[in-house]
């Protein structure tokens, strides 16, 4: 070529591809995608639109591909889909200040769902005042507005006070009822244990009581007094009555409500009872209770077991006289079976009369329908008693005349034990063995 003559050249065109833009150290990876290769699902995304905001619901693109993910940046972009992971991104990522409105839009939508709680009574609660310009009336007012209702008493748990923040109610504990200008006297029924037990029963919970606990410690020692001195009177009435303490001859307070369907926990009264083994065993014994308009006296057996009741039956098929001149007894005729005339009749209807309750209502097993004693072989109780009123159980002629009843019992619970429970069985099987000869003899 000559030399000094200008050449011309034309200009090199370098040919981009998608290998030497990712090998291509100075390439900027914002080069934006021409509009031909952009993706139709970023033109509808929601990030194109400046009106429209994102929801705190989870992406559908949060979901991961089932497809596998390209291996490499270069793979990727040959895909052609480098746009379409680009708004993916964009749209599982939004910037912060837009999560932070979507969420408090979110809060507050859901509040304004919620329904709004109206106060009490159609108006806002009102705040008892806490001594200042005013005096504490309103609280003392409250106070015994709700002391006074049943059922809603400040000392019961739940119960609510309406008094203002950091105002307190402090309520002492109640002590035992005064003596009302009768003194205790040992071995005396006072009047404060009846009216105890009456208290008790029309307030039986045992948040009451729990209050109350001074009154009915007070009325238990009471009874219990009671109950010694009458167990000397009882030693002497019977002498197979053992001297016990009060605690192995008192029926506890608390009742057994397992298979009940009365809920009241405690029973209305005090009771004991009297027999050769305490409150408890085989033995016929004496009973008392004390209540408020229904005290009872009365002694027998009550609910035996099998054995002791085919006793019983036995002993009335085979020889009825024995229980029939006990029932004629003229003070237990008197005291205890409504002053009814000398009659045997009268006497059995009398006492069967009170121990229907659970007999049999056909003769019972291995007897006849004819028996003439088939009314007091259907029995299964073998008791009698008698109600008290409040004068016979209080006051200090009370422990005479309770003694005087429980002497007029004493033939009867004799007899009883005499059968269910004989002392020498020997010598009484000897006496029917003696009978049965004699009666063959005759024979």
């Not at 073998?382 to 008290?388: M, S």
Request: hydrophobic residues 30%; proline residues 8%.
């Amino acid at each position: 070529m000559p030399r000094g003559r200008p050449t011309t050249s034309a200009p090199k065109t370098t040919t981009s591809t998608p290998l030497k833009r990712a090998l291509s150290p100075n390439s900027d990876s914002t080069t934006a995608t021409p509009p031909a290769r952009q993706s139709k699902r970023l033109k509808s995304s929601p990030l194109t639109s400046s009106t429209t905001k994102t929801t705190p619901k989870k992406s559908p693109y949060f979901t991961k591909s089932t497809s596998s993910e390209p291996e490499s940046e270069i793979e990727a972009e040959a895909s052609g889909y480098e746009d379409e992971d680009a708004s993916a991104s964009a749209i599982s990522s939004p910037p912060e200040s837009e999560k932070e409105d979507d969420e408090e839009e979110y809060v507050s939508s859901e509040e304004d769902k919620k329904p709004k709680r109206k106060a009490k009574g159609g108006s806002a609660k009102k705040a008892v005042p806490n001594g200042k310009g005013s005096t504490a009336g309103d609280v003392v007012a409250a106070t015994a507005k709700a002391i006074v209702q049943k059922g809603k008493e400040l000392w019961r748990p739940g119960v609510k006070s309406d008094l203002a923040p950091g105002e307190e109610v402090f309520i002492k504990l109640p002590k035992a009822r005064g003596d009302g200008g009768v003194k205790y006297q040992e071995g005396i029924i006072h009047p404060n244990t009846m009216l105890f037990l009456g208290d008790l029963k029309a307030n039986n919970d045992r948040e009451w009581l729990k209050m109350h606990d001074a009154d009915y410690r007070q009325s238990k020692k009471d009874f219990d007094a009671f109950v010694e001195k009458m167990t000397d009177k009882m030693t002497e009435i019977d002498e197979t009555i053992p001297e016990l303490p009060p605690k192995d001859l008192t029926f506890r307070i608390y009742r057994d409500i397992r298979f009940s369907s009365d809920p009241t926990p405690y029973k209305t009264h005090f009771s004991v009872a009297w027999s050769r083994t305490g409150r408890k065993g085989p033995y016929a014994g004496y009973y008392l209770q004390i209540k408020p308009s229904g005290s009872f006296i009365g002694g027998g057996l009550w609910c035996p077991e099998a054995a002791p009741l085919a006793a019983m039956r036995k002993d009335i098929d085979r020889k009825s006289d024995r229980l029939k001149s006990v029932l004629l007894d003229p003070a237990m005729r008197k005291e205890f079976l409504s002053g009814i005339s000398k009659d045997d009749k009268k006497a059995v209807k009398a006492f069967v009369e009170q121990n229907k309750e659970n007999a049999l209502k056909t003769k019972p097993k291995g007897y006849d329908a004819e028996n003439p004693n088939i009314s007091l072989l259907r029995l299964r109780n073998y008791t009698i008693g008698r109600k008290l009123s409040d004068e016979e159980v209080v006051g200090p002629k009370a422990p005479e005349r309770i003694a005087a009843l429980m002497a007029t019992l004493k033939p009867f619970i004799t007899y009883l034990n005499s059968v269910v429970m004989p002392d020498d069985p020997v010598e009484e099987s000897d006496e029917e063995s003696d009978g049965s000869s004699s009666d063959a003899e005759a024979a």
